[in-house]
């Protein structure tokens, strides 16, 4: 089975981001990929929570799954979806860092939330708190596809 990785230096836009993702998710297919990775945050990267507010959906209403949805499906591939920024409904504002297992016939098979989240002291002047902005999912997941199991983790959690 050929598998197809996505590379993508997503930024805060996430029309700009979906149109390179569908562009890279056609070549792998084209290229005789059955089963296409993308990267984490595949829709959205940014500090700005206002932007974020402004700019992301929900997880029904999101037009970047959607139409990766539609790419599985008119390519007829498996597609596993790094993780999307998507909003949620928590009260102090956070986000999920969601990953998606998608079947050839469009429909999602799986999905996860990112469990452990990178908060670290670089050092005194220096930090990074992913906790601020996203909520840690609270399960593991195993995507049952065509090939076999596929155990789903995002960046930190194979840590």
């Known amino acids: 089975m050929r598998v197809g990785l996505v590379q993508l230096n997503s930024g805060d836009d996430p029309l700009a981001n979906l149109q390179a993702t569908l562009g890279f998710v056609q070549e792998a297919a084209a290229g005789g990929a059955r089963f296409v990775l993308t990267p984490e945050v595949t829709n959205f990267v940014s500090m700005d929570r206002a932007l974020a507010a402004r700019v ?74 992913e906790s601020a902005g996203y909520r840690p999912g609270d399960r593991a997941v195993i995507a049952e596809t065509d090939f076999g199991k596929v155990g789903m983790a995002v960046c930190y959690d194979i840590r």
């Open 56 to 129: 992301l959906h929900h997880e029904a209403d999101d037009p970047t799954l959607a139409a990766l949805r539609d790419a599985a499906q008119a390519l007829g591939i498996w597609l596993l979806v790094g993780s999307l920024a998507l909003k949620t409904d928590d009260a102090d504002g956070r986000l999920a860092n969601r990953s998606f297992m998608i079947g050839p016939d469009g429909i999602v098979v799986a999905r996860y939330d990112k469990i452990h989240m990178f908060d670290v002291e670089i050092d005194a002047t220096e930090s990074y708190r």
